[in-house]
């Protein structure tokens, strides 16, 4: 089983529909993380939990929202999907405690188009 | 605001060849750096972490080096295989509590038999 899980893998939405993407792990990890891939613009970090009463904004955080419902579970919402936001979703996790910490263990992604 | 840049965006190279990836990073001030490999349609797998205290790190034909004065890293990949065909992603994070990774865009690799 993968210790990174996102459902859904893909999603296809009209815009101003909310939609939610989840993430889950089961490797124990503290912190977790949500990215968004676009060609010819790299990853950029959305928002981060170091715990689960802790969340952080990123580089990219306007019009998306976050909830740690526990330390295993992630959510990210677009709270009005727009066409802009189609693009590839990744959930990552990394263990402050681990021998090498701030590894980050990515999830295999959503894909999510915004029509 | 730090930046990674990373050079080539795009390399071929036959079989059996050994090559370098390059990243570079605008603030030296950095807590460590990670390489990464992305298979197309898949995730992210860590393949290395320097810390900035490190020179370098090897992982089987993989060695990676950090000259953080410099603000570069290098991916060296010896014998290079088909199946090392991939994007290969340098990321850092600042030297600050509280903040996460910041990527490259990638140097996508094509090895070809």
């Known amino acids: 089983d993968a210790d990174v899980t996102q459902t859904p893998r893909n999603r296809i939405t009209k815009t101003g529909k909310r939609i939610m993407l989840e993430c889950s792990q089961t490797?124990?990890?503290?912190?977790m993380y949500w990215y968004r891939q676009d060609p010819g613009l790299g990853l950029r970090l959305i928002y981060y939990s170091f715990d689960v009463k802790d969340i952080n904004k990123g580089e990219i955080s306007d019009g998306y929202s976050v909830s740690r419902q526990a330390q295993a579970k992630f959510s990210l919402s677009l709270e009005s999907a727009i066409p802009n936001q189609t693009a590839l979703y990744f959930c990552?996790?990394?263990?402050?405690?681990?021998?090498?910490?701030?590894?980050?263990?990515f999830g295999p992604g959503t894909r999510l188009l915004v029509l | 605001k730090q930046e990674v840049t990373q050079i080539p965006a795009a390399l071929s190279v036959p079989e059996g060849e050994n090559l370098v990836l390059n990243c570079s990073f605008t603030?030296?001030?950095?807590?460590?750096l990670q390489w990464f490999r992305q298979d197309p349609g898949k995730g992210l797998t860590s393949l290395l972490l320097?810390?900035?205290?490190?020179r370098e790190q090897t992982s089987g034909r993989l060695n990676a080096s950090l000259d953080k004065s410099s603000g570069r890293s290098t991916l060296y990949i010896a014998a290079s295989q088909p199946g090392d065909s991939a994007t290969y992603l340098c990321?850092?994070?600042?030297?600050?509590?509280?903040?996460?990774?910041?990527f490259g865009k990638g140097t996508t690799l094509s090895v070809s038999s």
């Open positions: 320097i810390q900035s205290s490190q």
């Open positions: 490797k124990g990890h503290d912190r």
């Open positions: 990552a996790t990394s263990d402050t405690s681990a021998p090498t910490p701030e590894t980050q263990y």
């Open positions: 990321a850092v994070r600042a030297n600050q509590a509280g903040t996460a990774l910041i």
């Open positions: 603030d030296s001030a950095i807590y460590n």
